[in-house]
């Protein structure tokens, strides 16, 4: 069993689509961000970066593993699933899983940030974080020209990468323009997993989701 620490956003959403894909078993603990239980002590023993999502494994010692990057491998590896273990095969799904967490991740979040939530509206900080966003996505959009795939099979990599761009309107993006990444968004989409991960440990719907509802279910809802 799986103990998952989580919430509603991107980063939380790439391990639960996971797990749902694995068809493992885990038990889903809400954290609230807005009331900082991320913060709490008890939490920071299984997470000293006081963030989420952490896994414990209590099939494996009760072995906790944080940092959403480090989870994906941690349960690959653990199923031997959507990680090759070739070196070469491994190496291409990791190069663009850093691409996520290097990349997309940190740009994308700031760009939110800015566009979202920041009281003060700084058109240079929105303009900087939006263009960069944009700029990678055109990187995964020419990746994807000619894979249907990051790396040809589903991987840990698109498991990184989905839950991100497909927040690609709250971040004040359109990608009209970029039409193999759009086919990609919507061909996971379809996906079971990918449905029922979004949708721990709450549903949100951001088609519908107005900025202050965002903040009442917490200021990094979708970060």
């Known amino acids: 069993m799986i103990d998952l620490y989580t919430s509603a956003t991107p980063n939380g959403f790439k391990v639960s689509i996971l797990l749902e894909e694995l068809k493992l078993p885990y038990h889903v603990i809400a954290i609230d961000l807005e009331k900082k239980d991320q913060k709490k002590p008890e939490y920071l023993k299984l997470n000293p970066n006081g ?9 494996n010692g009760d072995f906790s593993v944080f940092e959403s990057g480090a989870i994906l491998i941690y349960l690959a590896e ?42 003060e509206k700084i058109q240079y900080a929105i303009e900087r974080y939006q263009n960069e966003t944009f700029r990678l996505y055109t990187v995964l959009d020419t990746q994807l020209k000619e894979n249907e795939f990051l790396t040809g099979k589903l991987s840990i990599a698109d498991i990184a990468t989905w839950p991100w761009v497909r927040s690609y309107l709250w971040a004040g993006l359109e990608i009209e323009e970029l039409p193999n990444l759009r086919r990609w968004l919507d061909v996971l989409a379809e996906r ?32």
């Open 51 to 59: 963030r989420i999502p952490t896994i414990v494994d209590r099939d």
């Open 192 to 223: 079971p997993a990918f449905q029922k991960g979004i949708e721990v440990p709450y549903k949100v719907d951001r088609s519908t989701t107005t900025e202050k509802q965002a903040r009442e279910r917490g200021k990094n809802i979708l970060i």
């Open 78 to 119: 653990k199923s031997g699933q959507f990680l090759p273990a070739d070196p070469k095969g491994r190496s291409i799904v990791l190069q663009w899983l850093m691409f996520q967490m290097g990349g997309i991740g940190p740009m994308q979040g700031q760009a939110h940030v800015f566009y979202r939530y920041a009281p």
